[in-house]
């Protein structure tokens, strides 16, 4: 297969995916939207993964970019009915980009913390073998306050209501981080949006904190970044994008 992936920042990437990618023989190109990279088309790929970055999906001026990103993620999961996956602003821009809304939350979540299979998310094949409750990584200060009509909610958190959530059988959001490797925490410890967020959460000088709490449940967050590509491939596999 090949992957089609749009970065906003080159600290945000697939992380562990990219282990999982090389293991199965599969091709991925990243697309560095903030380096003015062009979309490419978008028919040569099997699926498109969206990740990351420090701009919020309102910030059009600032970032005029995000007006064609969002007409690709149009056409790529409403025209071409290509998989689709968004990690954390991939989700938003998902949200967004489909009528949703995506407003700032009324308190951050930056931290490992838990989120809980809604009744749809225990019945969805991407979290087949996930338990009710998920431990994870949280870096976000805006959320899919209100999701895209007909979509499907499929995690939740006390602070977040949409921490996961699809739009067909093989277009998901995931607010929460599941990419993550040693290197994660601290390259963005050095983004100064995030650097931040975090501060203002968990206090300062709490990066190292940090760092050191995300490392010792990495082989469990890693393990469950496995399940949940294995699982999103088999989607993929069963409903092909559409050729037409």
């Given at each position: 297969m090949?992957?089609?992936?749009?970065?906003?920042?080159?600290?945000?990437h697939?992380?562990?995916?990219?282990?999982?990618?090389?293991?199965?023989?599969?091709d991925?190109?990243?697309?560095?939207?903030?380096a003015?990279?062009?979309?490419p088309?978008?028919?040569?790929?099997?699926?498109?993964?969206v990740m990351?970055?420090?701009?919020?999906?309102?910030?059009?001026?600032?970032?005029p970019?995000?007006?064609?990103?969002?007409?690709?993620?149009?056409?790529?999961?409403?025209e071409?009915?290509?998989?689709f996956?968004?990690?954390?602003?991939?989700?938003?821009?998902?949200?967004?980009?489909l009528?949703?809304?995506?407003?700032?939350?009324?308190a951050?979540?930056?931290?490992?913390?838990?989120v809980?299979l809604?009744?749809?998310?225990?019945?969805?094949?991407?979290f087949?073998?996930?338990?009710p409750?998920?431990?994870?990584?949280?870096?976000h200060?805006?959320?899919?306050s209100?999701?895209?009509?007909?979509?499907?909610?499929?995690?939740?958190?006390?602070l977040?209501?949409?921490?996961?959530?699809?739009?067909?059988?093989?277009?998901?959001?995931?607010?929460?981080?599941?990419?993550q490797t040693?290197?994660t925490?601290?390259?963005?410890?050095?983004?100064?949006?995030y650097?931040?967020?975090?501060?203002?959460?968990?206090?300062?000088?709490?990066?190292?904190?940090?760092?050191?709490e995300?490392?010792?449940?990495l082989?469990?967050f890693?393990?469950?970044?496995?399940?949940?590509?294995?699982?999103f491939?088999?989607?993929?596999?069963?409903?092909?994008?559409s050729t037409?």
């Amino acid at each position: 297969m090949r992957v089609c992936v749009f970065q906003h920042i080159p600290v945000e990437h697939p992380g562990v995916f990219r282990d999982f990618l090389a293991e199965d023989g599969h091709d991925w190109q990243a697309v560095e939207l903030d380096a003015g990279e062009s979309i490419p088309d978008l028919a040569d790929f099997d699926m498109l993964w969206v990740m990351g970055g420090p701009m919020d999906t309102w910030q059009e001026d600032d970032y005029p970019w995000l007006v064609n990103e969002k007409q690709a993620i149009r056409d790529a999961v409403l025209e071409l009915e290509m998989p689709f996956l968004g990690v954390c602003l991939g989700a938003q821009l998902l949200a967004d980009a489909l009528g949703g809304t995506v407003a700032p939350m009324a308190a951050s979540e930056v931290g490992v913390m838990e989120v809980s299979l809604t009744a749809a998310g225990r019945n969805d094949p991407l979290f087949d073998g996930f338990t009710p409750n998920v431990r994870c990584l949280q870096w976000h200060s805006y959320e899919v306050s209100e999701p895209p009509a007909g979509a499907r909610v499929l995690c939740e958190s006390t602070l977040c209501g949409v921490q996961a959530f699809a739009v067909s059988d093989t277009a998901y959001g995931i607010q929460y981080h599941v990419e993550q490797t040693p290197r994660t925490v601290p390259e963005w410890g050095e983004v100064p949006a995030y650097r931040e967020a975090l501060e203002n959460t968990l206090g300062p000088g709490t990066l190292r904190a940090f760092e050191d709490e995300v490392a010792e449940y990495l082989p469990e967050f890693n393990a469950d970044a496995e399940r949940l590509y294995r699982n999103f491939l088999r989607l993929c596999e069963k409903f092909p994008k559409s050729t037409s």
